[in-house]
């Protein structure tokens, strides 16, 4: 369903910190100056679909009022250098105006979702994608459980996470009123919690905190708290972010790969589809320093493994493709396919994941390229025997 089976993922928080500074990571990584050249760049690599996103914060500048000048570059650098986007429309940032907790949060977010919505059409001249409100589930634990993000609150972790489904709801209905072909994909961690050898009650509550993974997807299915409006054609693209610190000891520390306890990527992504039946992406996957291209080595064997086992992965996000500044310390992080650019706004490409790249984009293509051969052998046969 994207144009490429492996995305770029630009990185776009921009929620205000425990100590109150906002955060901007697309001004910070420099990416709202140089769209026009980080856009032609990742086609040029092959990455022909991205994740990128429209900062609300910026954007609606009184209630109701929308300063698109953020936007624009961006949307007419994509539809310039063609390149599919999928639009992050809250990725924890909030206009400081609005209170998180009351009704005016759902109703301003969907309006502004209805607002973009039309932009887009007038401006992409298409159905667009959407990823309304990025992590749910991580969103309500740092801003409401632990308070190291807006709304910066401690035990109100649960009663952020409906909050969010209301207004992630609302959003989607506002969009399918403007535009009934958008799709929607939503990302949440994929974790996986071991409970070790210890007493039964740790295992087991090990394993509720594992399954709490799926309360997010489960309300936007309105499987789970159908109060909120939930409904099953909401839960379209079921994304899931897996980072190498994804798995750990219920307690304890992470686990690491390769581990007895370390489970496969590929059956946790099995496990997502059982559930849901829905299509599939890792909408953020991705490692630091040297690391980098041996995580995306393991990733991609495990995405060709679920594939190759029936699960309909669609598509795989580097995420961060850029550079970026940590979130507490600010430190420049070396995480992505590009660098932070150099004075003349160069961004040097970091060879060894660009060379494990290229061979899993070929490796990837093969495989594809296989199913798809074998998809159209059996529906020849079925013709030549005359079966329904």
């Not at 909030?94 to 887009?120: C, G, K, M, N």
């Not at 997010?216 to 994304?239: H, K, Q, Y």
Request: with cysteine.
């Amino acid at each position: 369903m994207f144009n490429s089976f492996l995305l770029a993922g630009f990185e776009c928080s921009s929620h205000r910190r425990s100590d109150g500074r906002r955060l901007d990571l697309i001004a910070s990584s420099q990416h709202d100056r140089l769209v026009e050249a980080d856009y032609a760049r990742v086609r040029e690599l092959g990455l022909l679909s991205i994740r990128d996103g429209l900062r609300w914060h910026l954007i609606e500048v009184q209630p109701g009022c929308y300063d698109w000048s953020s936007a624009l570059p961006m949307i007419e650098a994509a539809r310039r250098h063609r390149v599919q986007v999928i639009w992050d429309l809250c990725h924890y940032g909030v206009p400081d105006f609005i209170d998180i907790w009351s009704r005016d949060f759902v109703e301003r977010f969907a309006d502004f979702s209805s607002a973009a919505t039309r932009l887009l059409l007038r401006e992409s001249g298409g159905s667009d994608l959407f990823c309304p409100v990025n992590e749910i589930s991580y969103w309500a634990w740092a801003g409401a459980e632990t308070g190291i993000m807006n709304p910066g609150t401690h035990g109100r972790g649960a009663e952020l996470k409906r909050q969010l489904v209301r207004a992630a709801v609302a959003a989607m209905a506002a969009i399918r009123a403007e535009d009934p072909a958008a799709r929607f994909v939503f990302a949440e961690p994929a974790i996986h919690v071991d409970g070790g050898d210890g007493p039964s009650e740790h295992r087991e509550a090990a394993e509720s905190y594992r399954l709490a993974q799926y309360e997010a997807f489960d309300m936007l299915a309105g499987r789970l708290a159908p109060e909120l409006g939930g409904r099953a054609e909401f839960l379209d693209v079921v994304g899931v972010n897996f980072y190498p610190d994804n798995q750990w000891y219920f307690g304890g520390s992470a686990i690491p790969l390769g581990h007895h306890a370390y489970k496969p990527l590929r059956e946790m992504l099995r496990e997502v589809y059982e559930r849901y039946h829905r299509p599939l992406m890792l909408s953020e996957t991705g490692a630091e320093g040297t690391a980098r291209p041996a995580w995306l080595h393991y990733v991609m064997g495990e995405v060709a493994a679920a594939i190759e086992d029936g699960v309909p992965v669609e598509g795989v996000c580097l995420y961060p493709i850029l550079d970026c500044h940590g979130w507490q310390n600010e430190r420049l992080c070396p995480v992505g396919l590009l660098s932070s650019p150099d004075d003349s706004g160069r961004r040097a490409l970091y060879s060894p994941l660009a060379e494990e790249l290229r061979m899993q984009q070929q490796r990837i293509g093969q495989l594809l390229d296989r199913r798809a051969a074998s998809s159209a052998d059996d529906s020849a046969g079925i013709r030549s025997t005359g079966r329904p």
